[in-house]
């Protein structure tokens, strides 16, 4: 289960999610996709020893940020999941989340970084 809220206070630089994530410490970095043949791959899922809530900052591609808590994480794939349903949420009304640049379809996960306070920065590319 998922829970989506824009931070409104204004249009976000692309650069303001940093700021979320700023003066807080990396417990662990996942880089969960093996290159094979120039194609990214789901290589492995990691389980976590206890069940948590996580919060994502989204701001790629939209000119506001959407905040992103991820209910009973106990495993990298939940993390995944509830990032694909987030979007697909937010695809839903591209004008109130100012998409731009992109479909859905352009979009992958690169990294998950986990972070202290239960924050999870993720790296969206297309």
């Not at 303001?16 to 990396?26: A, L, N, P, R």
């Not at 789901?42 to 000119?63: A, T």
């Not at 992958?108 to 999870?120: P, V």
């Amino acid at each position: 289960m998922i829970e989506i809220n824009i931070i409104p206070e204004k249009e976000n630089n692309f650069a303001e999610c940093e700021e979320f994530y700023k003066g807080k410490k990396e417990t662990k970095s996942y880089d969960i996709f093996e290159q094979i043949d120039n194609k990214k791959f789901f290589s492995k899922n990691i389980k976590f020893k206890s069940k948590f809530n996580g919060i994502v900052y989204l701001d790629y591609p939209l000119k506001v940020t959407a905040k992103i808590i991820i209910y009973d994480i106990k495993d990298i794939y939940d993390i995944i999941k509830g990032i694909r349903e987030a979007y697909k949420q937010i695809y839903k009304n591209p004008s109130l989340y100012k998409i731009w640049g992109h479909w859905i379809g352009d979009l992958c996960i690169e990294e998950i970084t986990l972070m202290e306070d239960n924050l999870i920065h993720v790296f969206i590319g297309s």
